[in-house]
């Protein structure tokens, strides 16, 4: 079974503060696949990040990064220098390979604010 | 804009009635999903079609079905509405399957909220 716990519901934040969102995954596949979206107040999901099981790299792109762990299952997202605009609820998602595994497994989101 | 269009954006409708969402994925993609967020539940996956096939079930109600048409638009059939199923609807599309191990980007349309009254 996949599981996705992101254990923090709640974050608030003074705007450039630097913060960090976790995410811990399961899963018994080798093989499989994580992402990040972002759910602003209007409600709609915007993709952020994927990230294969077999690529450790971390990655940065603008004021966001992630931090890939096989060691710990974990997938931490850090925004640094944080906006306003950054206030949503961010999910942390899970897709393993492997037929019947087609759909992704959100982890319950933990939702940022940030205060001006 | 993530290309994954959705409509109705909002839908108000009364308890026992039946309503349809529809969805039109990205263009090239091959794959729908429905997913339902609703606040106790978070967001859970109903169901996916691939290029007109049903691939993949969920936690979807029998109330609940859903088909993709030829044109791989896909429309989701809620009926016997409860209060319960008030809640935000999202199609969402993908290249491929991923069950082939393509770890294809799965991209979300805005949602269709219904509220069941």
């Known amino acids: 079974a996949q599981k996705v716990t992101q254990a923090q519901t709640e974050i608030s934040v003074v705007e450039k503060e630097d913060v960090t969102l976790d995410c811990v995954y399961e899963?018994?596949?080798?093989?499989?696949?994580l992402f990040w979206y972002k759910q602003p107040p209007s409600g709609e999901l915007v993709f952020l990040i994927r990230?294969?099981?077999?690529?450790?790299q971390n990655e940065i792109s603008g004021r966001y990064s992630w931090n890939f762990q096989k060691s710990t299952s974990s997938f931490n997202f850090t925004i640094t220098a944080s906006q306003v605009v950054d206030s949503a609820v961010y999910f942390c998602?899970?897709?393993?390979?492997?037929?019947?595994?087609?759909?992704?497994?959100f982890g319950k989101g933990t939702k940022l604010s940030v205060i001006p | 804009d993530s290309g994954v269009t959705q409509t109705p954006k909002h839908l108000i409708t009364a308890t026992g009635q039946r309503v349809t969402l529809r969805c039109s994925p990205r263009?090239?993609?091959?794959?729908v999903y429905w997913y339902q967020q609703s606040l106790d539940q978070g967001l859970q996956f109903l169901i996916q079609y691939y290029n007109g096939e049903e691939r993949a079930k969920g936690n979807i109600l029998e109330r609940f079905s859903a088909q993709q048409f030829p044109d791989l638009h896909s429309e989701l059939n809620l009926s016997s509405l409860e209060l319960g199923d008030s809640a935000l609807y999202f199609c969402?599309?993908?290249?491929?399957?991923?069950?082939?191990?393509?770890?294809?980007?799965?991209?979300f349309g805005e949602g269709s909220w219904l509220t069941v009254v």
């Open positions: 969402a599309s993908s290249v491929g399957t991923g069950g082939s191990g393509s770890g294809n980007t799965i991209y």
């Open positions: 998602a899970l897709r393993s390979h492997g037929a019947g595994s087609y759909q992704l497994t």
């Open positions: 990230r294969n099981s077999f690529d450790e």
């Open positions: 899963t018994r596949d080798t093989t499989y696949y």
């Open positions: 263009s090239g993609d091959l794959s």
